[in-house]
């Protein structure tokens, strides 16, 4: 079996919020199918459409533009999200073409619950959760009593297994807040509605997508979180809960690592980040303050304002390690006009001593000190100029965007596929054409 072609793998390499969404909905106009493989909806994804902007917090990126969409056996669902967002696109008159998978694991209200209760126990180890239950529903999933998707649309397979759900939540719950209750009927007429609204939609994605995949049809697999939020290879413990890299593919969506193509990761010109952990090149200062402005960075899922910083190489250098990287694309260029001098982080030193690589331990980073790089900024422009500088090309970027993105690829060694310099599809200059 040779590496396929038609499949990419589009993948943050930052801690989120990269612009993943972006390039998903324009590669996405070529692709038949766009799949989902990790996360829930404490994922957020901005895509502009026809100047109508649409936020997803678990509905893949691909379905502004009517494409068949998966939500894979990875992820986890809460159903009234997913109802919300399927109803949002249908007043857009947008047709929904979903693929749910069974053994996807659904969120409940108690795991909400819990989420919250737990990140305030854990003093200074809090992480930053959006509190939408994603980490206690897949820990319900590692622990062998969650409720799945199969189960949602089965009524009396529902009631029994939530019921066994709902009693060890409420014992659990209980221990930190005594007076909990909710009504366990009222928790199941609800799913029970979900389920029923849900079943036309639910199928064995695994099967489907390696269907697809031989047939020829051209797939993405969009990342939800950046590669450095990741349970296993992240900045554990402010991590998400699921493997948000190309290494969660195949299990997240059911297929051979020999069916995964082209890796395209995105990263931002700068450094973004939401929730608890020491950033080595945040920027608390006017600058910060200006790119935040520029960039928009605030949460699609929570609104809260992003902490920015830097652009750091080092451990971006990790992530396309982990990842195997083929092609880069650097999104929100434009956030950084009008700042001047520009730095680039490309490397950490440590108790005096530079390091060979990025120290994923909390405890190191947080002792280390950036080594950066410094570059010449670029002006301010109008959103039309920046547009009109899309139309023309790499040619017509100015040459103090060029020297910086040529840096940015000679030193991750990887070949620069696209590069954002505005929000809609059309401000976007396409180095490397895929499908």
């Known amino acids: 079996m040779k590496n396929n072609k038609n499949t990419i793998a589009v993948i943050g390499l930052s801690f989120g919020d990269e612009g993943k969404g972006k390039i998903t909905d324009y590669l996405a106009q070529k692709a038949d199918l766009v799949v989902r493989f990790q996360g829930g909806n404490n994922a957020g994804h ?14 893949p990126s691909g379905a502004v533009l009517e494409k068949e969409v998966m939500i894979a056996n990875g992820c986890v669902v809460d ?16 047709e929904i073409n979903l693929k749910l998978s069974s053994t996807a694991h659904v969120i409940c209200p108690f795991h909400r619950i819990l989420d919250g209760l737990e990140e305030e126990s854990k003093t200074e180890y809090r992480v930053g959760t959006t509190k939408r239950g994603i980490g206690p529903t897949y820990a319900d999933k590692a622990s062998r009593y969650g409720l799945r998707i199969f189960d949602l649309t089965h009524p009396k397979i529902l009631k029994k297994k939530l019921k066994n759900l709902y009693l060890i939540k409420k014992r659990i719950i209980n221990c930190y807040d005594p007076d909990w209750d909710i009504n366990f009927n009222d928790i199941y007429d609800e799913f029970k509605e979900y389920g029923e609204k849900l079943k036309p939609y639910v199928i064995d994605t695994a099967y489907y997508l390696n269907q697809a995949i031989d047939s020829g049809k051209k797939v993405i697999f969009e990342g939800a979180q950046g590669t450095l939020l990741g349970i296993d290879h992240g900045f554990y413990p402010f991590v998400t809960s699921s493997n948000s890299n190309a290494l969660g ?4 969506a059911g297929v051979s690592p020999k069916k995964i193509g082209t890796i395209l990761g995105v990263i931002k010109a700068y450094t973004s980040r939401v929730g608890k952990g020491f950033v080595p ?8 303050d ?9 949460g699609t899922t929570t609104g809260r304002p992003r902490r920015v910083g830097w652009l750091d190489l080092f451990n971006i250098k990790y992530s396309v390690m982990l990842n195997g990287v083929d092609y880069i694309a650097i999104m929100l260029l434009d956030a950084l006009e009008g ?8 490397g950490y030193e440590m108790e005096g001593k530079a390091l060979d690589t990025w120290p994923i331990h909390p405890e190191k980073v947080k002792k280390c000190t950036p080594i950066y790089k410094i570059f010449n900024g670029w002006k301010q422009r ?18 103090e965007i060029k020297n910086y993105v040529n840096f940015i690829a000679e030193q991750l060694q990887t070949e620069i596929a696209m590069l954002s310099i505005g929000p809609e599809r ?3 200059i396409v180095l490397k054409d895929f499908f």
């Open 46 to 59: 901005t895509v502009v459409h026809n100047n109508k902007k649409f936020k997803f917090h678990i509905m």
């Open 339 to 346: 700042i001047d001098p520009l730095n680039i982080c490309i």
């Open 290 to 298: 200006k790119i935040r402005q520029q960039g928009n960075e605030y």
């Open 426 to 428: 059309e401000d976007t």
């Open 79 to 94: 159903p009234k999200v997913l109802l919300n967002e399927m109803d949002n696109l249908r007043e857009n008159n947008k």
């Open 249 to 252: 593919i195949c299990s997240g």
């Open 382 to 399: 109008s959103r039309e100029e920046w547009t009109e500088i899309a139309n023309s090309g790499f040619e017509s970027l100015p040459k």
């Open 281 to 288: 090149t945040e920027l608390k200062d006017e600058i910060g």
